[in-house]
């Protein structure tokens, strides 16, 4: 079946600080990828997707390309803020007849200080 | 504003008891879905459903019941049979769109409900 695997968390940062949080998959076909935002307390916002190898998925600074060969989905941002403290979520979603039921990873918590 | 809204935010209840959990969206989609999440587990699917009268069963669908009566109304009940009802509900709903030759879905998701059974 289909799994996701985020990287091992929480992740704390300062202000303006690279992020990266790994994100990588098992599914067969051709998946579209998806990283959702959870802020404290709300529903899931979707933050950026990909649909198709080789695509990159841009949104708020975040950027994540869809990486077939090595079946991962890294969330990159250059610079974060704090208001960035959330936390994210990686997901699939089975080619086929799976009618757009999500799998989602275990979520990363991140934490940016002043 | 369209939109999926879950109501209440929270809910208590006893155990032994039923509850039915809101979730409606005027965004005309076809699909909807309910999600259970627990801290450190990321979402689960409880149940879906294409199109109204129909529904199918998720990863975890012991314990709950869904109905689809009407296009933008999705209710989710929690039943006395669910062993660990504590936990925030998330209703989603996406339509299908064809994406470079490929039917893709794009999820959006209301603000959750969080339910304590004590």
């Known amino acids: 079946g289909n799994s996701v695997t985020q990287m091992e968390g929480p992740v704390t940062l300062s202000e303006e600080a690279f992020l990266t949080i790994n994100c990588t998959y098992t599914a067969t076909g051709y998946p579209s990828l998806f990283w959702y935002v959870q802020y404290p307390g709300e529903g899931l916002q979707l933050l950026l997707k990909?649909?198709?190898?080789?695509d990159k998925g841009s949104n708020k600074g975040f950027e994540a390309t869809y990486r077939k060969e090595t079946t991962s989905f890294h969330l990159e941002k250059g610079s974060v803020q704090v208001s960035d403290s959330a936390v994210y979520f990686c997901a699939l979603s089975g080619s086929g007849t799976s009618y757009g039921k999500l799998t989602f990873g275990q979520g990363t918590i991140l934490t940016v200080h002043p | 504003d369209g939109g999926i809204t879950q109501s209440p935010k929270y809910l208590f209840r006893k155990e032994g008891q039923n509850v039915t959990l809101s979730c409606e969206q005027n965004?005309?989609?076809?699909?909807m879905y309910w999600y259970r999440q627990d801290p450190g587990q990321g979402l689960r699917l409880i149940y879906y459903?294409?199109?109204?009268?129909?529904?199918q069963k998720g990863d975890i669908a012991e314990g709950y019941s869904v109905s689809r009566e009407k296009k933008e109304s999705f209710p989710l009940t929690v039943t006395s049979a669910q062993k660990n009802p504590t936990a925030f509900y998330l209703c989603?709903?996406?339509?299908?769109?064809?994406?470079?030759?490929?039917?893709?879905?794009?999820?959006?998701f209301g603000p959750g409900t969080r339910l304590t059974v004590t």
């Open positions: 989603a709903s996406s339509s299908a769109n064809w994406v470079a030759g490929q039917l893709t879905y794009e999820q959006y």
């Open positions: 965004l005309n989609h076809d699909a």
């Open positions: 990909a649909t198709k190898a080789d």
């Open positions: 459903s294409q199109i109204v009268n129909d529904f």
